[in-house]
């Protein structure tokens, strides 16, 4: 039998960012505006999710796009703030999810992708996180998926104890940084030249956005994609055959599962597009669905937030060796 730790992340980028053609000059948040009431009916339906409740780790932005935008790289932090009070009172947790732009592109805006360049931008704008009174992220996410070894040590510089950036087996498109081919698809140490590899131990543990492949309509054969409970729910039932694969051939006996969203992927739209169901509804069924498959199985689980998810992990390793 195996014990399923399953986290439920929610990246607070723009409407449409992670679209099909990603707009990353957009900065309208209608999809943001509406997470409380996703928050509010997660609670009301802790009966369909076991019974316990289920925390949320909120990857929230904060970066240099949004200084130059709002003159304030803590504007979301500050414009949502009774939002992020609300879920802290829910035991959420809130972590860090910047952005690396410059200004320049054709939309405007370009991936800041100088290891150097990109590690200075990374403690600029931690040194003013650190002004917020409520806001102490412990993880991290790097937006758009990307690392470097620079930027790694950075973040561990800064005292982080977990990162949750990798997409195991995702490259990005010609020119973006993103390349996590043969990254592990569940918690590891990264090594410090290479960290799509594993070492023993190391001060940050990486805790990947969990893949899996399935087809969409538009693909040409099936893709690896992390977990995202807000697409249709035949995409999400076609991943599930893939994780139930995996899950087979594996030999621990205590997985995580990193599960991601966007608030955009959630806005109501008729229909949704080819990707994703625009509907809170297929969130709530595929999380579901994902549980009866591990009653199914005759496993056990348990939601919790990344940091909590990675002292556990921490734990049986050590308890293991």
């Known amino acids: ?34 997470m409380p009431e996703f928050r509010a009916e997660l609670d009301a339906r802790r009966a369909q999710f076991g019974g316990e409740p289920v925390p949320v780790t909120w ?5 240099g796009q949004l200084r130059r935008a709002f003159g304030d790289a803590l504007y979301l932090v500050r414009r949502y703030e009774k939002l992020w009070q609300e879920v802290l009172v829910a035991r959420d947790e809130l972590a860090w999810h910047p952005h690396l732009y410059r200004s320049g592109g054709s939309d405007g805006t370009e991936i800041l992708t100088d290891p150097v360049e990109a590690a200075e931008e990374l403690e600029r704008t931690w040194t003013e996180l650190t002004a917020s009174s409520f806001f102490a992220p412990k993880a991290f996410r790097n937006g758009e998926g990307w690392h470097t070894r620079q930027t790694l040590a950075k973040v561990e510089q800064l005292g982080f ?15 973006h ?17 290479d960290i799509r590899r594993s070492v023993p131990r190391r001060g940050i543990l990486e805790l990947p956005m969990s893949t899996w492949r399935f087809q969409a309509s538009y693909d040409r054969a099936p893709k690896v994609r992390y977990i995202d409970p807000a697409v249709h729910e035949e995409l999400f039932a076609s991943g599930l055959e893939d994780w139930e694969r995996y899950v087979a051939s594996s030999r621990a006996d205590l997985l995580v599962w990193i599960m991601v969203f966007h608030p955009g992927e959630v806005l109501p739209r008729p229909g949704g597009d080819l990707l994703f169901a625009h509907s809170r509804e297929a969130v709530y069924r595929n999380v579901r669905e994902l549980i009866e498959r591990i009653h199914v199985r005759g496993d056990s689980f348990e939601f919790t937030t990344v940091s909590a998810a990675a002292e556990r992990w921490r734990a049986h390793r050590e308890e293991s060796l």
């Open 177 to 193: 940084p993103m390349d996590w081919i043969g990254a592990p698809n569940q918690p590891y140490y990264p090594d410090p030249a």
């Open 161 to 175: 104890a977990v990162d949750s950036t990798a997409i195991p087996g995702r490259t990005g498109p010609a020119g």
């Open 1 to 34: 039998m195996k014990y399923h730790l399953l986290c439920l992340t929610i990246d607070t980028d723009p409407d449409g960012l992670n679209a099909l053609h990603p707009d990353r000059g957009n900065l309208e948040f209608r999809g943001l505006a509406a």
């Open 59 to 63: 990857f929230i932005r904060a970066d």
